[in-house]
């Protein structure tokens, strides 16, 4: 990274997204709504502002900006449109891979083009049978010549359906070193998109299927060494996936109490506001506090990740936190809005519907709470952000 943004550029970012997600994306949403489908015009339009550069270094046409400023872009836009911050979080997971793990031709021939907005990463681990469990999974790729040839199938891929550069992850033998991970351009032979089906929300996002049928890919587009793709699978959940997708929820919150605020404030009861009601006003005072914390939780985290320093258990708990509250939030406003907010001229059922996306990727709060509690029993095996800044930290040196 090229350095990070000091607060006052962070506050200008802040502006800059939220000036472009009022402007350019909320009127888009009841057509997303409508259509159920992803939009691919405006993930390119988001794309074309160079955000999804915020973690690649200006050497590599980004913003060299940090996790902190992908932090806010992510809940910005997630602020207006849980899906287009979807669209985004899951194009920063395809950029992780690349920056980390990629050979500096891949870097030279790839980031670039991410940075400005022509290229839109994914990254490809879950499989049908295997779920989260990495390495239960039986796609292949075996050596034949200067090629690898891929054979299986991906589901649950963020971006899969507007994504032009896959990040895949799949079996070349047996055990934990037994994964690689390859990169995998869409207009490959062999490799095809699967129908998209109609999903409870993040509508204008596609998270499908990836089917590779003896793809060809050359050995220039392997991700590091063979057998080291379970670092990259690792590496991208553990600090980029629970990362993101806390800065979505966030967003998403912040939204919740936006708009619970206005209608209790447009609503009245007994001649006054709805928010007179004591038991009313002690909920706002809830959702206050809880996005106070979560939001907390998050920019530490983040701020932890952008220093280089040890943080795997306060990005589990920032994911824990945030998606825990957000989703408490959201049914609390449901509660406050009452028959109201089960009507689509409101948003807040869209709010509640999305929030519930964002709980089972890079691990449900269950599994959250297991590692965490191997954190307080000493038991924890090691730490993916000590090793990555270090790897970074040998990179900078070569």
Known sequence: MDGYFAGRLHHQLRDQVRLFAESEVRPRVPAMEAARTVHGELSRLIARQGWLGATIGKAHGGMGAGHLAKTIIIEELSRVSGAMGAMVQA??????????????EQKKTWLPAIAAGECLPTIAVTEPESGGHVLGMTATAVRDGDDYVLNGQKVYVGNSHVGDLHGVVVRTGPGSQGLTAFLVESSRPGFHIGEQKPTMGLHGFSFGELFFDDCRVPVDNRLGAEGSGLAVAYSSSVLYGRANLTAVALGLHQAILEETSRFCAERRRYGKPLHELPSIKLKLGQLQSRLMTARLAAYHAVHLLDQGLPCD??????????????????????????????????????YLR??????????????????????????????????LSELTRMEALV
Do not use: C, Y
Not at 360 to 377: N, W
């Open 313 to 350: 258990a306060e990005l589990m708990n920032a994911k824990l936190v945030n998606v825990e509250s957000a989703l408490d939030s959201a049914r609390n406003a449901m509660e406050i809005h009452a028959a109201a907010g089960l009507f689509t001229d409101r948003p807040i059922e869209r």
């Open 354 to 387: 999305d929030a519930h996306h964002i709980f089972a990727p890079a691990g449900t709060s269950d599994i959250q709470l297991l590692r965490l509690a191997e954190v307080a029993l000493g038991t924890a095996k090691g730490q993916w952000s000590e090793r």
């Open 91 to 104: 194009s920063q997971l395809g950029v992780a891979k690349i920056v980390h793990f990629g050979s500096e």
